[in-house]
């Protein structure tokens, strides 16, 4: 196997202690699907948001 990639994008406020950031993962697979997880709020308790329908729908239509 493989190694995938992560894209990140966003900021971080150290003034106001913030960050809004979003990671995508794109595991080493054919035709893989993206795993996103977006990261918002205080530096020392961030919100996790994962964003994983297009994962979902990619498990879906594989089958058992």
Sequence with gaps: GGTGT???AGSVG???????LHAVL??????????GLRLTGPL???QRAPEL???QRWVGARGP
């Design 14 to 20: 150290l003034g106001a202690g913030t960050l809004d």
């Design 26 to 35: 794109h595991p080493a697979l054919d035709n893989p699907p993206e795993i």
């Design 44 to 46: 020392g308790a961030p």
């Design 6 to 8: 992560v894209d990140l």
């Design 53 to 55: 329908a297009r994962f």
